[in-house]
């Protein structure tokens, strides 16, 4: 196979951060301790995971970072916007995600990423109130045009090379489909015209992809998944991907309902319930936005378990998601889950999940992993809706007349293929079926029959 053709790796990349909160600053802390030598990159496919390529008896298993040509985490340079006027250090102490020494050890680097003025509306994020003056333009037209600014500013002052934009922002409000969503031209139309469905999470996602900048949604906003952002990431070449980084029950569920699936063991029910106490939960406690993510998070099941294939295990059960605000445990949030299934002649049993997880912790891998992707992706002339990046979303964008892959197992094979397929290596299918058709095929155990599967095994 021939890999794509890369542009290089080096220089510096710029993360842009629209959203300097809880996860923003985790995931900055975690990187300038990497550049100390003095953080572990847990919970990172691109720091920490092995690949095999080729066959079984090859055992080549390199780590992703040293067989794709990434962007070393030593080269990330860091921007964003926010509401507050709070660094990344004020944010990282408010947030409370991570140890004081912990944020005290990188305090000068964060304190340096200071917060550029937000686009903002009311209408779309009703909880939060600016304590940073936000942009001053005539119509989101101009609002675009003063966010392409900073970002021209940013790369100048910072020396990056390349940027990729990661939204780290609130859970606004979803918008009512409107016809500036539809086309490009109709959407540049609506920006003249401050068309009401045009969010501020639209805008910048906007303003990054008309550079060519790479985009990825780490909230369950609508955002670029409508088809006038994805017409224009395919006319600029910039890669796209969201929505809303999968972190802590929606990973469980997808992790678990395979498995049930897998098994053809029934559904009947399946209440999950979290406490937390952030500020992404003071959001939520407006129902606007819980509206939003209680979307996001609903639809993963019926996605994996698809009961219209099986009425008979799936197509009944109860499904309740519930966030509740709770400010006493910050970060810290608690996941219930009470899961009613069936066995063989219907007999029921339970499972029960208390998840303790801490959200940010498991959404800072996700930010930067999607940094040096998205940044290869772009390298490699890649555009357009990255569906080999939903691993990391509760909702995965992907093609409208596509359905999105849920299971935690398949995306991350199809991740790993991907990355395989940009390397020019084949992709595999764990067939292994050629490692025992010596007989019959009348070759060595190991040689591959063309006439089999795709690659090797
Ligand atoms: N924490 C997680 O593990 C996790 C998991 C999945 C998704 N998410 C999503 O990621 C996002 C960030 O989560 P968080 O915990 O860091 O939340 P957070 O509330 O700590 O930070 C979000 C920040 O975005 C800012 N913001 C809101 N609207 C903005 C705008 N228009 N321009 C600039 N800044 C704006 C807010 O002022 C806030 O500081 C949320 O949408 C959340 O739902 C988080």
């Known amino acids: 196979m021939k890999a794509l053709k890369l542009a290089p790796a080096g220089g510096r990349l710029g993360v842009l951060l629209p959203g300097m909160g809880a996860v923003a600053s985790t995931f900055v802390a975690g990187v300038e301790l990497m550049k100390k030598e003095r953080g572990a990159p847990i919970g990172s496919l691109s720091q920490m995971q092995a690949i095999r390529l080729g066959r079984r008896d090859e055992n080549r298993s390199p780590r992703i970072k040293d067989c794709v040509?990434?962007?070393?985490?030593?080269e990330l340079v860091f921007g964003g916007w926010d509401l507050f006027p709070d660094s990344l250090l004020e944010a990282a102490r408010k947030a409370a995600v991570l140890p004081r020494e912990t944020i005290e050890a990188v305090a000068e680097d964060l304190d340096a990423v200071r917060p550029m003025a937000p686009v903002w509306d009311r209408a779309y994020l009703r909880n939060l109130t600016p304590r940073?003056?936000?942009?001053?333009?005539?119509?989101?037209?101009?609002?675009?045009?003063?966010?392409?600014?900073?970002?021209?500013?940013?790369?100048?002052?910072?020396?990056?090379?390349?940027?990729?934009?990661?939204?780290?922002?609130?859970?606004?409000?979803?918008?009512?489909?409107?016809?500036?969503?539809r086309s490009l031209r109709a959407f540049e139309r609506g920006l003249k015209a401050d068309a009401p469905e045009i969010p501020p999470s639209m805008i910048y996602?906007?303003?990054?992809?008309?550079?060519?900048?790479?985009?990825?949604?780490?909230?369950?906003?609508?955002?670029a998944d409508v088809p006038a952002l994805v017409e224009l990431a395919q006319q600029t070449g910039a890669p796209i991907a969201g929505k809303d980084f999968k972190?802590?029950?929606?990973?469980?569920?997808?992790?678990?309902?395979?498995?049930?699936?897998?098994?053809?063991?029934?559904?009947?029910?399946?209440?999950?319930?979290?406490?937390?106490?952030?500020?992404?939960?003071?959001?939520?406690d407006d129902p606007g936005s819980f509206k939003t993510k209680e979307k996001s998070k609903m639809s993963v099941l019926d996605g994996i378990l698809d009961p219209k294939l099986y009425p008979q295990l799936y197509g009944s059960y109860h499904h309740k998601v519930r966030i509740d605000y709770y400010p006493p445990r910050g970060d810290a949030k608690e996941g219930w889950d009470n899961i009613d299934i069936m066995g063989w002649l219907g007999m029921p049993?339970?499972?029960?999940?208390?998840?303790?997880?801490?959200?940010?912790?498991?959404?800072?891998?996700?930010?930067?992993?999607?940094?040096?992707?998205?940044?290869?992706?772009?390298?490699?002339?890649?555009?357009?809706?990255?569906?080999?990046?939903?691993?990391?979303?509760?909702?995965p964008q992907c093609r409208p007349d596509l359905r999105p892959e849920h299971d935690l197992f398949i995306q991350h094979w199809?991740?790993?293929n991907a990355l395989r397929l940009i390397m020019g290596e084949s992709p595999l299918d764990h067939a292994g079926l050629d490692y025992y058709d010596a007989t019959a095929n009348g070759q060595r155990p190991g040689r591959r029959d063309p006439e089999l599967a795709l690659a090797s095994r």
């Open 132 to 181: 940073l003056d936000p942009k001053k333009a005539r119509n989101k037209w101009e609002a675009a045009a003063l966010l392409r600014e900073d970002i021209r500013k940013f790369q100048r002052m910072s020396g990056a090379k390349r940027l990729v934009m990661i939204w780290c922002g609130s859970t606004e409000v979803l918008p009512t489909p409107g016809p500036a969503h």
């Open 349 to 395: 049993m339970q499972i029960k999940i208390n998840f303790l997880c801490r959200d940010s912790i498991l959404a800072a891998p996700i930010v930067l992993d999607l940094a040096l992707f998205l940044d290869l992706a772009k390298r490699a002339g890649m555009s357009g809706v990255q569906e080999w990046l939903s691993f990391y979303f509760k909702s």
């Open 247 to 284: 972190t802590g029950q929606t990973l469980m569920k997808t992790a678990l309902a395979p498995m049930l699936k897998a098994r053809m063991l029934g559904l009947s029910g399946w209440y999950s319930a979290n406490i937390l106490g952030n500020r992404d939960g003071e959001v939520l």
């Open 69 to 74: 040509p990434l962007a070393r985490p030593g």
């Open 205 to 223: 996602a906007y303003a990054a992809i008309s550079m060519g900048i790479p985009y990825a949604n780490g909230a369950p906003n609508l955002s």
């Open 414 to 416: 199809k991740l790993k």
